[in-house]
């Protein structure tokens, strides 16, 4: 607006600090031939969550919350200032058929990958449902994935009592061969939140499985080091879902299935950013933010952080 | 994004129904050369508000409202869709500096006006003050101006008490002789929400005062017809600047001077539709919303209507 | 508990006063043999919503409701404590299949009017889009029907943008031929909420519409009596269908679509008590409200008095 | 605080504006041989109440809204800065013996009458609850009384099931026989609020019953001026008991027991001020707002209002 | 309801996985001839608070809770859905007398008692003044009693400034010779929270009282154990009483005497845990909570974890 | 009030227990002639924010806390009722002009110390604005001046971009000479809040920080005590300014720029307790609350336990 000597677009934030570099200065929308290293993706999709959710609202506000905070690391004291983010919009949802959204899902996730834009991908929830046609999606492109899970929850309900909810993504990942039980690692399961039938079912297909005694007495830190080495050396691909209610309730107050006696922000923080160290670590989800619930958009706020996390590796 | 079969832009509404038009379809973002019926242009400034207030919050928030609301009047049978509102964004306000604010907004909406891309122009404010160098613009472009100002108060407190905030922009006005006391019609002003001494003020000045009283006995939409008429002999251009604290607080609970006694949402949207009809009025500022403290965006929700009943006139 | 001094059981109002009743007190949950004046039916569906919506969690909010208010009318000096209630409870909604919940509300229905327990029945929504199977259910068992719709929309959208949401029932209904247009009366239909391509749908099928301008000048009460009469002649059944959204923001701030310039409470209740006066005027739905929006359940307890206006008839 | 250039008391307002008077000014606090016009006293008292209630809050709440409220009315032309108002504090209340508090309160109403210092008397509850100690102490000392109670309900229930709660003072008063039932006028009442049986009991005891349909019909400024005028030849002295809940729930939210379809802000204020003209009507109780379930003090501020129209006649 | 293919009761929850057991599901309401291993008390008492105070809604809260809570634990491997607990309901509370409610309080823990029924006791408050009658009941069944009191207040006011208020159930209890000073230990006692006097009572007695710092040393785990094993040896009963106030206010929010330096929600549940395994451990309160004040039920949610630490023991 | 038998003045507290004593009631006006060991004086001021912020309220909300907090340690079993608190007030703030605002600020503190009543003095913000004319004038009474700076940023912003904001504190001193850079020492500072070119002149000037990751390896209480140890050798006074973005937003919700990843309430209060020991501390200052988007006070209540930790030592 060459003409005009003060206007700003609508919704541009209203005062810039010229020696400060916000992270939304750092990310483009797609265009063709574009390149970046990180391909961010909204999946504005919580109609297959059990209980009510808005989940769906969750990718718009992470995004917004990413406009308050810096490329700057002083602990690493670098500046990740150069590091292009293509961001390619959200899928759109149908309003009613989950299925046909799961398939616009996966679709879409396919066809970002094949635009070649990007190395790593971001993924905004959304209820746990987008982690079925994501993961799926990236196995079917990159081969043998392995998934480290961070949840309260197993997921492995079955399909038969309400069909494919937010409760089920892994059991369809199972199910449907795209993942191998030897694969999956859940991190941060809580007891009194899950079932004895679902934590056989997790015994059964080889699931590794850390509750929250295990996080107390071996660290989140070397817990998840040790599983992405492991992971490393028998799949291709590795894929990150974060489910943030493996976070404390005081932590994370706008998660549908709040509880206490979760993660600290600080353990999620710390182990993302160990997993996202690894070459093979490629793609991270983020799901169960219902920001209509939150406090002062909190929730969505660490999700952004352990999104820099995962972007930012030292 | 037409390699992609599903993306949507982030923030994109995530559902298009083919037979419906949102107003926000109908809005366009300044580029030289673009013509248009409605100039839109937020001034996101509140920092001369006497009282803590988030005013400047206001423009994106009324924005935001029009995604919801269609182009098509049934009462009229007439559908407003084409008609092109040009969004010029926001005046960038400085941080601290109050005066080198009203100066931006001063010098913005002369450059606007210059662009002479539009007919009728809309001010999403802010508080109160921006009134001042807005009218201010106009008056010097277009000639005697004559406001109608609906608000519970005066506005013309001394100026040496607390300098140019939201409660003296029509002392501002008229001590620089910019609006001449006779061509300012207030209405809708309450008791013990004034005093003495100011409404002497606007005797001494001419001023046409409608109180509540007068608005409940002559009612609203009369008493605007006649003062339009009375206005248009008199000038070359006719100003609105409706305060929403005119309103209840039952139907405008976010305004920073909430109070009872108040004139009710249709008695607002009647009387600006009254007003809007006369071909001297072409323009119109919107004040005094703090969308931080409104219950679900009841406030700007209406202001956006009355934003409808200025632009689409039958 | 005859053993224990004092105990009640969990969730019992804490204190009853001898000589006072409440509307609660006069509920019966359903049981073989049972007979009733009224039917009540819960249908917490409202994964059809077109935007995130809790409507699903209003029938027992609206329930709650009634444990506050008393049975006398001190207006005609009627009690109506002997008007029985049978509560048939809730449909159970599939957890993400629309059109399986749209299918057991209806056959829900069906099954409730076979049980020949009841005279009249109250269907409490959720969403509009229960609307399409509750009357189809009623049309099906006693022959022609009429349905009075109370809303701020047409609700016949097209069914190819989205299927069957909140913005199609009445369309489902008379492409269905389930209602004839002629039979459907719109009242409260508002202003730049619509679509002119809708409208002329209603036109063009011989729906009877009234907008808020009408309901201003003729008067809601008159409009609606008029109506009633008219249809009691060629139908065999009147249905009444609330959707709550008609009702101004001030009065009403828990509907998803809230909004300037819709009915009064008092012209709500007013308008449903008339119509309740016919003898034709068998069943009411109340739908569209989302308690977790809401300011202290206002919406759904004036929903609770649209009961009563419908229940209690002098 | 002269040797400071700038320091003001802590909680003084930070603006002063030299020619605008807040009725905050205007209040003295007690000491021995002050006179003023208005005397006010704070009954923080809501441990009566059946439901749960922090009523007890109000009376600082509403004090706090006397800070943005002026002493001018521009419809009458007149300034009341002069007319001072004493504040003698607030009841001390047993923290839990409600007969202990009751008796507080009848002990120091009696007090302050027996100073001698104002004239007309204003006590901001608490609960209903209050006005019986209240009522009791100006029967005692000004003889027989006659009492207008706006309210939606009765509250003549029955001791036995709870004591003298909230729902009694009026029983309370006819029993002991401060109040004649012939003197007693209630206003607002409204249906399914309210038990036959306690109907019964009012038209047993010659108390005369407006509900809404007969505030609707005859108008609530008439209905008030004719009852005052009645009552002020059968009496020594008037007494006003405002129960907030007699407004609709649009317009004051913050009661305890909102509801719809009842007054509204404007009919309150009017029929206040009508009655207020009156030289016998001496006293005014205001009770029932809960401030922490009100939204932005509206119901506290609406009951400020209510205060100066009490106050300030013309 | 046999007849009906889809209707399940008002208030049920919509889904239902066939494989998971809520807690919920495992309560029975109380009828002649009933065993369980847990009895479940209400006591929705909370008038007696200094401050004001809605505890009453929190038992009705918290079961609520456990309607989201599995019975499954997968550190220990066991799942608890055989263990019975029945639930006898709630106290009725009288309206306004406080002594009264102590006796129907205490009288009814005692017909409990007596129905032998139950091992183990969960008493859900209210205020912490409901200790007072309930350790009362259970002293005089039982023996000598033990309690373990987490709290950050010591609880011994005087009894002369307010009566028997939540401030001072201690001193009843030691006063009337129903726990002796030695047998009282109190856990996470704050600093500037409580003082010099009622310290020095505290020592006085006998009473056993580690500080915040102390825990910060020792460790809550550890401290707990070595002060059940010591009472252990000295009473025949233990008694735990949580006063959820020991808990920093980010992790339970909704105490009426919220604060910042308590226990993490990890420290409480681990030492409750700790003190439930030992066989003299028979009954257990929680108090303090809340509802109107909590964010999200955050409190109560963490108080139903509590009961499940004490119920279901390895 | 000794003619009444149970007055007290409006917003006393209601009980009184004659054994417990809370800060509030150590705490006197400013008179001539009093002398007290703590000065409190309030900065009302939030004007020069960069996002909007009501944290001018501050001041008044962390005082009403005192109310709920008592003299008392257990911990070290001492009671400070006897040191005595003067309250100055708070310093009027311009309604628009900041420069004037801050020179008042610095000047009322300066006119403070003159007073030479107090031996330490506690200014409570505002934002971090004030810290610029508070320090210049201690620095200016007092000699060499030595700053601790709890904050997640490093507040050098430059000058042009937005002029005196809250941004720019420290770059004000250090460009004035005020504070000399080896003197000024921040802690907490965090990961991505902060620019690669700020870090940069933190350098260039000498300052000392630590990030994060210093705080959770060598601990923030060893930290402080070192760097006062340092300090004290170098300057003539040490001033602590507690910006509360220091603390994680899980324990301090209320601050405009929260965030995830900060110190604990126990950290924060544990490391100004062990500062506040040295006899050379004798200023703090506490910033960057705003009370109108805080939860319950949280963070007003945690300020005024930073207060206690500062006043209260051992
Ligand atoms: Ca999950
Ligand atoms: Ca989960
Ligand atoms: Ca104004
Ligand atoms: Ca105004
Ligand atoms: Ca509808
Ligand atoms: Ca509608
Ligand atoms: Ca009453
Ligand atoms: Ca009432
Ligand atoms: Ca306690
Ligand atoms: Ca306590
Ligand atoms: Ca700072
Ligand atoms: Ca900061």
């Known amino acids: 607006m060459d003409k005009f000597s003060y206007l700003l677009p609508a919704n541009a934030a209203g005062f810039k600090d010229r020696y400060v570099t916000k992270v939304t200065e750092c990310i ?17 999709f919580s109609k297959s969550s059990i209980s009510h959710s808005q989940a769906g609202e969750a990718p718009n506000t992470i995004r917004d919350c990413l406009s308050n ?12 200032k150069d590091k292009m983010i293509v961001d390619f919009g959200n899928v759109a949802i149908h309003p009613i058929n989950t299925e046909e959204s799961l398939s616009r899902i996966y679709t879409s996730i396919k066809e970002i990958i094949d635009s070649k ?23 079917e492109k990159f081969g043998t994935i392995g998934v480290l899970q961070w949840d309260a929850h197993h997921d492995v309900r079955n399909l038969k009592d309400g069909g494919r909810t937010n409760g089920t993504p892994f059991r369809s990942l199972l199910e449907g061969r795209f993942v191998n039980g030897e694969h999956l690692v859940q991190i941060g399961i809580r007891d009194f939140s ?17 509750n929250m005694a295990d996080v107390e007495q071996e660290g989140i830190v070397p817990l998840v080091k ?47 950013a160990e997993a996202a160290k690894h070459k093979k670590v490629k793609a991270l989800d ?29």
Chains 1, 2, 3, 4, 5, 6 share one sequence.
């Open 226 to 272: 040790q599983e992405v080495e492991r992971l490393s050396k028998e799949v291709d691909f590795i894929y990150l879902s974060v489910d943030m209610d493996v976070v404390d309730q005081a932590f994370a107050p706008g998660c549908p299935a709040i509880g206490p006696g979760g993660v600290t922000s600080r353990e999620l923080l710390g182990s993302v």
């Open 194 to 210: 899950n079932s004895q039938e679902y934590h056989g079912y997790t015994k059964e297909k080889g699931i590794t499985v850390y």
């Open 28 to 44: 483009s929308h797609y265009s063709t031939g574009i390149r970046g290293e990180i391909g961010l993706i909204g999946l504005p």
């Open 69 to 80: 905070i810096t490329t700057y690391s002083g602990e690493w004291k670098m500046d990740f």
């Open 286 to 314: 983020i799901v169960e933010i219902d920001p209509s619930r939150d406090f002062r958009d909190m929730t969505s706020r660490l999700a952004a952080h352990v999104m820099l996390r995962f972007m930012y590796i030292k």
């Open 117 to 139: 834009s990007c190395e790593r991908y971001i993924m905004l929830g959304g209820d746990h449902g987008v982690s079925f046609p994501s993961i799926r999606a990236f196995q």
